[in-house]
């Protein structure tokens, strides 16, 4: 295991049990973003936020200015620079080097999408590829502790419905994450959610070596 990922697992860890705590950003198209970097509570975004920067830091000196790097456009704190959407959040951080895709060659599903789930924000297009649930078995051998998933929804007008950490115990994968229905921080074992919720694929993510940033 490499260290980012032993770092992500223990810190990821360190969290379970947090309650999760819905619309924990403010800001909005008519009120100005406040940025908010606290560890009481989390959703499923500022989780993954939340762990990587403290694994990106070091310590917790950092941990702020590298938390507005993952979750702004630019690491700029502004409501119209916040990556709202996933697709988005994936983009951009792919882009400063922060995250690095994989499994793009089992994505064979092409989705077209309409984001339009936030108001006061321009409805926008997107294009984005995802492998689909029957085909994740051809991925597993190539899926790490740390790595990050991301569940693509079946609506028109949305791309990603949720996200978390994936963690590999033996030949098992576990989705560590802040679920909404559980209202915590919680491990849960990836097979019974994929069982459990429709979806039109799913895209994974791995964060990166500090060293290489």
């Known amino acids: ?90 983009n951009n951080n792919a882009r400063h080097g922060l995250i690095g895709r994989f499994g793009l060659r089992s994505a064979t599903n092409r989705k077209k999408r309409l984001l339009n789930v936030v108001p006061g924000l321009p409805a926008r297009r997107e294009s984005f590829s995802c492998i689909p649930k029957k085909n994740l078995a051809a991925v597993r051998p190539e899926i790490q502790t740390g790595d990050l998933i991301f569940f693509a929804s079946t609506r028109s007008n949305l791309d990603v419905f949720h996200c978390g950490i994936l963690i590999r115990q033996g030949d098992e994968l576990v989705l560590r994450h802040a679920s909404r229905s559980q209202g915590r921080v919680v491990d849960q074992d990836l097979a019974s959610f994929l069982k459990e919720n429709r979806m039109a694929g799913v895209l994974l993510a791995r964060p990166v070596d500090r060293s290489r940033w």
């Open 1 to 90: 295991m490499s260290g980012v990922a032993a770092r992500v697992e223990s810190i990821s860890g360190r969290f379970l049990g947090y309650p999760y705590l819905p619309h924990s950003l403010v800001g909005s198209a008519d009120a100005p973003e406040v940025f908010n970097d606290s560890l009481g509570g989390f959703d499923c975004v500022t989780y993954i936020e939340s762990v990587l920067a403290l694994v990106y830091a070091g310590k917790t000196k950092g941990f702020s200015s590298i938390l507005r790097r993952l979750r702004y456009s630019d690491g700029k704190v502004d409501w119209t620079r916040r990556n709202h959407y996933m697709t988005q959040w994936l």
